[in-house]
C-alpha cells in the first residue's frame, strides 16, 4: 500500500497516516489541553489544538457580579498559578477607570508580591518541563523553592494560591512584621539554587539535545501571532512591559530584560524559552531586593474606595504576566457592576503557534514544544 | 546443587520443576528491596521520605503494594485482543527469567552451567521484546502500540553493542562459560576484568582503558535494554502515558513490574561477570566460598541496580532517533574499536 | 574535522554534565527532607491564614452584609423582625440586636475562601478559622447551619412578629384614617370651592 513518493516534508517513504488524540487526559498536556495529532509513525504532519475543557465563563461572570471587588476572586482564578500578575492587571484596569491614585507603598508591595508570584509560575514552568523531558527530580526541586513562596504569601495574606490580596485601590493586608526579613533568607537561598537547578538540568547535555533547534520561533512570526512574555523573548525580541510601558513602579527600578541568544541551537528554540524563564528568576530578585531596600511607609488601604461606582466609560491596561501579556478591559456604565469585562489573556495567544512550529517534529517533540509554550489552562479557556 | 536435587527426586519431572523455582526464590524478595531502595532513594534524592508508614520506616509496603496489586480489578479492554493480551505478560516474564538459568550465583550454584552461557544470555533476553510487541499490539490502543514499536527497536538496537562487549570479554577469556568467567577473575580486586584482568602487568596497563570503555558501553546498553530513564522511551510516561503497559492492571500489570526488576538484575548480573569477578571476594581467597560467594555476587548486582536508580532520577529521557544515534554512532564504534584493539593487544604481547 | 569535532565533543559534554548530575542528587541523597509527616505533624499556620469560615452567633445581628459581598452566594440568611418587648441581648461591641436570625447557612463546599465576607462584617463575628481539616462524605454535611433558634423558637417569633404587623397594619390604618380626615378637613377648611368626595364612609 506504501507509495514513494516525495511530500512535502522532504521525506520519501511515507505510510498511512493515524490520528491520535492528545489529552485532555494526558501528562504533558498541562490540564485539559486536547491536541489532536496527525501523525506518520513518530512524525507529527499536523497538529490541531482543542481548547473549552475548562471554560468557566470568567467575563460573564463578572458581568453578573454585584460589586467590582467580587470579580478579584474570579481573576484569581483565570491564571492560578499566577494569580497575584492577575489580580495586578486587574486591579490597575479598574482604577484607571475609577481614576484614582494608590500610595506608593501599595506600588512597592504589589511589584514584591508580583515579581515572587512571577518566580512561583516560572518554577512550576520549568519544574514540569524537566517532567516534560523525563526528568522528574527538578521538578520536586522547584516545587521545594515555590513552597517557601508561597509560605510567604499564606504570611501575609492568609492563602496559598487564590489570594484575593491586591485590591482595587490597595492591598487586603500590610506586610507582616517577619515577611521581610524571611524574604531576605528566601532571597540567599534561592541564588544557590538556580544554580544547582542549572547544574542539573538547563546544562545537562541530554536536556540541552533534547531542546534545542526544536520548536524554532522566529521572531517575525512570534510577533505575527501576537505571542509575548517569554515566547517573544525566547525568539530574541526585546519587549517587555515592565520596561517597555511601565505600569505600577516598575519603573523605578533596574533589571534587565532577558532575550534568548540562541546560545545552543537556534534562535527561538525551546530551550532558548527555557533559559529566558530561568534568567528572569534572577532579573526578578533583583527587583524584590532593591523594593525591599526602598520600601515606604504608608498606608496600604488608605485609597480603597467605600464604593467602587465609576463613571460610564472604558478603560484598558495591561501587564507582564509570567506567561506574557494580560490585559483587561472594563467597560462601565455607572453602576457598580462592570458592563463588559475582556480578558486577553496571554496562554490564548501562546498557545495558537502550537500547530504552527511543531509540524514534522516527533511526538517526543510536541511534548518539549507544549511544555516550552507553559500553558494555563485556566487561562487559555477562562 | 543441581545434582544433588536431582538424586532426591530420581525419575521424576518434579525435581527439574524445582531447579526452575530456584532463582523465584531470589527475585521474589529481591523484587521487594529494590522497590523500596528505588522508593527511599529517589525519595531522598528529591529531598522527600517516601513510604514512613507501615512498618518500620515503611519497610512493609512493598508487601502493601503487592497485596493491593494482588486483589486488584483485572481488567482486559473490550476492544483488545485477549489471548495475545493475557499472553504478553508471562512472555516478557518467561524472557527475562531465562537468563536466571545461567547466572553464577555462588561457585557452586549455577541453574544451567551451559558452556555458551553468554552467547544463551544474549539470545535469551531478546525474548522480551516479542512479549512487549504482543502487549502493544493487543492493548489495541495507539500509545501502546507507539511504546511497543520503540521498545522492539530500543531492544534489537542495543542488542549489538551488548553483544560485541560480551564478545571482547569473550576473546579476553576463552570461554564463554559464566561459570568458568567468574572462576578466572577470582583473585581478587586486581583479576576483574574492569582492571586488565589476570595478566602481567603490561597487557594489563594496555587493556584498562579499553576495558573501562567497554564497560561503559555495556552499562548504558544494560540501561537502554531494561528501558529505564534515560532510556525509557518505550514507558515515557510523559509522552506515551505508560507505553505498552498501558491498559494492563492488577496481577499482569505487577508481573510487567515485576519483569522489568528482574531484567535489571540480570543485566546487573552481566556486568558484574564480564567486569567484576562475578562471585568473586574481592580480598581473593579471604572472604570467598559458600555463602560469601552469593553474598559479593548480590552485592555487586545490587551495587549497578543502585546506580540504574541513582541515574534514572536524575536524567532526563532521550528522544527516539538520539536513542538509535546513541546506540549506532557512539556505543557500537567504541566496542568494535575496542575489540579489535583487544584483539591485537592478546595477539601482540 | 569539525563534525569529528562535535562528535567527540557532544560525548564528553554529555559525560561531564551527567556526572554534575549526579553530583547534585548524590548530595541531595544525605540533605535532610523537607517534608513533612503530614497527619501526624502539622505546619504553623500563619495567623493570617484562611480557611474555613465561622460565625459567632453571639455576635451576629443579621445585617446581610456578608452575604451581599459573597461572590459565589455561598451564605444563605433568612431573619425575623423582633418586638419591642423582645431583649435579644448586645453583640460584644455594645450594638444591640434588633433581628431574630433563623437561618444562617454556609455552603462550604462552594465557598472560595476569597475572605470577601469578612471584611464588611460590621461585628466583626463572620471570620476564616485555621480549621482545614473538614472533608465529608457527604455533600450535605458541607453546609454549615450556624443559627441557634430551635424550631419552637422561630415559631413563637414568627407569631410574634405576625402579631405585630398586624397591629402595625391596623395601627397604620387607622393612623391613615385619622390623616385622612384631618386632611378632608384641612382641605374643606381651605379649599371651600372644590368639592371634596369622602373618602370613606363612617
Known amino acids: 500500500m506504501e507509495t514513494i513518493t516525495k511530500t512535502s516534508h522532504g521525506r520519501t517513504l511515507r505510510t498511512e497516516e493515524m490520528v491520535i488524540n492528545m489529552g485532555p487526559q494526558h501528562p504533558s498536556t498541562h490540564g485539559v489541553l486536547r491536541l489532536e495529532l496527525v501523525v506518520d509513525g513518530e512524525i507529527v504532519i499536523d497538529v490541531i489544538p482543542h481548547i473549552g475543557y475548562l471554560h468557566r465563563c470568567f467575563e460573564k461572570h463578572s458581568e453578573q457580579m454585584t460589586n467590582y471587588q467580587q470579580v478579584i476572586p474570579y481573576v484569581d482564578r483565570m491564571d492560578y498559578v499566577a494569580s497575584m500578575n492577575s489580580e495586578l492587571s486587574f486591579a490597575i484596569a479598574a482604577e484607571k477607570l475609577l481614576k484614582i491614585q494608590i500610595p506608593e507603598r501599595v506600588d512597592y508591595i504589589r511589584v514584591i508580591m508580583c515579581e515572587l508570584q512571577r518566580i512561583a509560575s516560572h518554577l512550576i514552568a520549568i519544574g514540569t518541563y524537566g517532567i516534560d523531558i523525563g526528568a522528574f527530580t527538578p521538578f520536586l526541586f522547584c516545587f521545594r523553592d515555590r513552597e517557601r513562596i508561597l509560605d510567604l504569601f499564606e504570611m501575609t495574606c492568609g492563602a496559598r494560591l487564590l489570594y484575593n490580596y491586591i485590591w482595587i485601590g490597595g492591598l487586603s493586608h500590610d506586610l507582616p512584621q517577619q515577611f521581610i526579613p524571611t524574604l531576605k533568607e528566601f532571597i540567599v537561598d534561592f541564588r544557590k539554587n538556580i544554580k544547582e537547578l542549572n547544574d542539573l538540568l538547563s546544562f545537562n547535555h541530554i536536556f540541552i539535545k533534547r531542546t534545542a533547534n526544536i520548536g524554532v520561533l522566529p521572531a517575525d512570526v512570534a510577533i505575527n501571532y501576537g505571542c509575548s512574555g517569554p515566547m517573544l523573548r525566547g525568539s530574541g525580541v526585546k519587549w517587555d512591559l515592565r520596561k517597555d510601558e511601565p505600569y505600577s513602579v516598575y519603573n523605578k527600578f533596574d533589571f534587565e530584560v532577558c532575550v534568548g541568544k540562541g546560545e545552543v541551537g537556534t534562535l527561538g528554540d525551546c530551550w532558548d524559552r527555557y533559559i529566558v524563564r530561568v534568567d528572569e528568576m534572577e532579573q526578578s530578585l533583583r527587583i524584590i531586593e532593591q523594593a525591599i531596600q526602598t520600601l515606604p511607609e504608608g498606608n496600604v488601604q488608605s485609597a480603597v474606595p467605600k464604593r467602587i461606582r465609576p463613571n460610564p466609560g472604558e478603560a484598558y491596561a495591561r501587564a507582564e504576566s509570567p506567561r506574557g501579556e494580560l490585559g483587561f478591559y472594563i467597560m462601565s456604565d455607572g453602576t457598580g457592576t462592570p458592563y463588559r469585562i475582556k480578558a486577553r489573556s496571554p496562554a490564548f495567544v501562546n498557545l495558537s503557534i502550537i500547530s504552527e512550529i511543531s509540524r514534522g517534529c516527533m511526538i517526543a517533540d510536541l511534548c518539549a514544544i507544549t511544555g516550552s509554550v507553559d500553558i494555563v489552562l485556566g487561562e487559555v479557556d477562562r | ?349 | 574535522m569539525n563534525a569529528i569535532t562535535e562528535y567527540f565533543g557532544n560525548i564528553t559534554q554529555s559525560l561531564k554534565t551527567i556526572s554534575i548530575g549526579m553530583g547534585v542528587t548524590f548530595k541531595h541523597l544525605f540533605t535532610p527532607a523537607v517534608t513533612i509527616q503530614y497527619p501526624t505533624v502539622k505546619m504553623k499556620l500563619p495567623e493570617r491564614s484562611r480557611n474555613r469560615l465561622y460565625v459567632n452567633m453571639d455576635d451576629c445581628i443579621g445585617c446581610d452584609q456578608c452575604s451581599k459581598a459573597c461572590p459565589v452566594n455561598c451564605i444563605e440568611i433568612e431573619i425575623i423582625k423582633s418586638t419591642p418587648e423582645d431583649d435579644l441581648g448586645i453583640t460584644s461591641s455594645g450594638q444591640k440586636k434588633k433581628l431574630h436570625v433563623p437561618v444562617f447557612n454556609i455552603d462550604i463546599a462552594k465557598c472560595c475562601y476569597c475572605g470577601l465576607c469578612v471584611y464588611p462584617c460590621p461585628t466583626e463575628c463572620i471570620y476564616m478559622t485555621n480549621v482545614y481539616e473538614f472533608s465529608e462524605f457527604d455533600r450535605n454535611n458541607l453546609i454549615y447551619n450556624f443559627a441557634k433558634m430551635t424550631p419552637a423558637e422561630i415559631e413563637t417569633a414568627q407569631i410574634k412578629v405576625k402579631k405585630m404587623d398586624e397591629e402595625t397594619a391596623a395601627k397604620k390604618v387607622a393612623a391613615a384614617l385619622v390623616a385622612a380626615q384631618a386632611k378632608a378637613a384641612l382641605d374643606a377648611t381651605t379649599q371651600t370651592s372644590t368639592p371634596q368626595q369622602p373618602t370613606e364612609p363612617q
Open chain 2, 1 to 349: 546443587m543441581i545434582d544433588w536435587i536431582l538424586t532426591q527426586f530420581p525419575d521424576s519431572i518434579l525435581g527439574y520443576i524445582i531447579i526452575c523455582a530456584v532463582p523465584l526464590l531470589f527475585i521474589l524478595p529481591y523484587a521487594l528491596v529494590t522497590i523500596y531502595l528505588e522508593m527511599k532513594m529517589s525519595a531522598h534524592m528529591q529531598d522527600r521520605v517516601a513510604y514512613m508508614r507501615t512498618g518500620w520506616h515503611g519497610t512493609l509496603q512493598p508487601f502493601a503494594d503487592i497485596l493491593k496489586l494482588l486483589q486488584k480489578e483485572d481488567i482486559i479492554p473490550t476492544a483488545a485482543d485477549k489471548f495475545l493480551f493475557i499472553l504478553a505478560p508471562y512472555i516478557v516474564f518467561i524472557g527475562t527469567y531465562a537468563t536466571f538459568a545461567v547466572l553464577p550465583f555462588t561457585s557452586s550454584y549455577i541453574g544451567s552451567d551451559l558452556d555458551l552461557g553468554l552467547f544463551y544470555l544474549v539470545a535469551v533476553s531478546s525474548l522480551v521484546v516479542v512479549g512487549i510487541l504482543m502487549s502493544g499490539w493487543a492493548s489495541n490502543n495507539k500509545w501502546s502500540l507507539f511504546g511497543a514499536l520503540r521498545s522492539a527497536a530500543q531492544i534489537v538496537s542495543y542488542e549489538i553493542p551488548t553483544a560485541l562487549v560480551l564478545l571482547s570479554i569473550v576473546m579476553i577469556a576463552g570461554t564463554m562459560n559464566m561459570q568458568q568467567l567468574s572462576q578466572l577473575q577470582s583473585g581478587g580486586i586486581s583479576d576483574w576484568y574492569i582492571f586488565g584482568g589476570p595478566f602481567p602487568i603490561v597487557k594489563k596497563l594496555l587493556l584498562l582503558p579499553l576495558m573501562f570503555i567497554l564497560f561503559l558501553v555495556q552499562l548504558t546498553a544494560s540501561m537502554a535494554e531494561v528501558n529505564r530513564t534515560p532510556f525509557d522511551i518505550p514507558e515515557a510516561e510523559s509522552e506515551l502515558v505508560q507505553g505498552y503497559n498501558t491498559e494492563y492492571s492488577g496481577m499482569k500489570f505487577a508481573i510487567f513490574y515485576l519483569a522489568e526488576y528482574a531484567n535489571l538484575f540480570a543485566v546487573s548480573a552481566i556486568t558484574v561477570v564480564a567486569f567484576f569477578g562475578g562471585w568473586g571476594s574481592p580480598f581473593g581467597s579471604f572472604m570467598s566460598g559458600g555463602v560469601w560467594d552469593l553474598f559479593w555476587f548480590v552485592l555487586k548486582g545490587m551495587f549497578f541496580v543502585s546506580i540504574n536508580i541513582w541515574l534514572r532520577w536524575t536524567l532526563p529521557r532521550l528522544r527516539v532517533d538520539q536513542l538509535m544515534y546513541v546506540s549506532w554512532k557512539v556505543l557500537t564504534p567504541f566496542a568494535l574499536v575496542c575489540m579489535i584493539l583487544i584483539g591485537y593487544i592478546l595477539v601482540a604481547f
